[in-house]
């Protein structure tokens, strides 16, 4: 008999943590790294967030959250910010707290697909959906988006992926890994051929819809139309726009039905995430927003910065990154230079040889491609992408 069930045994680790890992050993030893992995803000959590925390301590909210779902501050807060920022009518009934939006989309998952329902995701992906999907025995779909498209899909090609077992479309936008961001005539043209697929549910990551850099609006899938509304569950935490990754703060707004599934399957297993961290939250999404501002700017500067100088270097390719903070450069005509046929390779020879560390394609299912986080100084962008250029020429 096995020790370790066959569950466990096919899920893939999170590349994005494991090139983390490897290259703060590295730096542990000694080497002096530059590292593009992690999808992490550099920036601190905004003082007023972290004293909203803290004063929670300071006045014992510090127990098991009631419901465990979110307490009601929380959850009216979230209908606030969503009618506020993505023109979303939600009541607290349509809304769920929990640790991050990683358990949000992995609740949803449970909650939603039996044996063999399909799931659409696609490509490149977040490494965590396939894995998610596969967790919950479903079954995923790859529909790859074309780089001269920008990488984005097309109503057509998802059309063209809908089976009689297709349960779930995932939609991420603005983009991880990508950095790209559908407009709202693309968002409205995929909606409009979703009416005719009425068993199709949408899980909509926005997760970065704070973090955009063109003057183009932003439009929430829920918000096309209403017959999109009524099945499509809306994704986002604190984590991106907040800098709040370690606070494990995220948020799902949907229908009654589906938030009440996805709360049963929480009060099994996590009990709901930390009470003071829904309490930072509230002050969060209703307090003073200059902070999330600022830190876009900044990211919009690094994101046009790297954009630039990635283009410039040899057998480099690079889609403009309009939101999120990631370039994903197509490295793939640079494969032969340095004696590699894979991303894999090429992320390997970057860290033990430029001391670079990116995460190869591969983990988003684009293995021409690797993917480069901007969340972190200008001085260290340059000093990584210094040594990339050297590398490649």
Known sequence: MALISLRAQQLEESATLA????????????????????????????????????????KGMTKYAKPASGIAPAKEAV?????????????????????????????????????DDEVIIPVPYWVSYPEMAKLAQGKSVFVEGREENGFKLTPDQIAAAITPKTKLLVFNSPSNPGGFTYSPDEVKAIADMLVDHPRVIVLADEMYDRLLYTDEAYLSFAATRPEIYERTLTFNAGSKAYAMTGWRIGYTAGPVEIIKAMAKIQSQTTSGTATF?????????????????????????????????????????????????????????????????????FATKALEQAHVAVVPGSAFGADNNVRLSFATSMEQIDKGLDRLEKLLA
């Open 19 to 58: 090139v983390t890992a490897k290259a703060a050993k590295m730096k542990a030893d000694g080497l002096d790294v530059v590292s593009f992995g992690a999808g992490e803000p550099d920036f601190d959590t905004p003082e007023h967030i972290k004293q909203a925390g803290i004063d929670a301590i300071k």
């Open 79 to 115: 209908c606030q910010r969503l009618k506020r920022e993505n023109s979303l009518e939600y009541t607290p009934q349509q809304v769920i707290l929990s640790v991050g939006g990683k358990e949000a989309l992995f609740l949803a998952m449970m909650a939603l697909l039996d044996p």
């Open 277 to 345: 961290c829904q309490h930072a939250l509230v002050t969060a999404l209703s307090g003073d927003q200059g902070c999330v501002e600022q830190m876009r700017q900044e990211f919009a500067r690094r994101a046009e910065h790297m954009w630039k100088r990635l283009n410039a270097m040899s057998g480099v390719t690079c889609i403009r990154p309009t939101g999120a903070f990631y370039a994903f450069p197509n490295v793939s005509g640079a494969f032969a230079k340095l004696g590699v046929d894979n991303s894999l390779d």
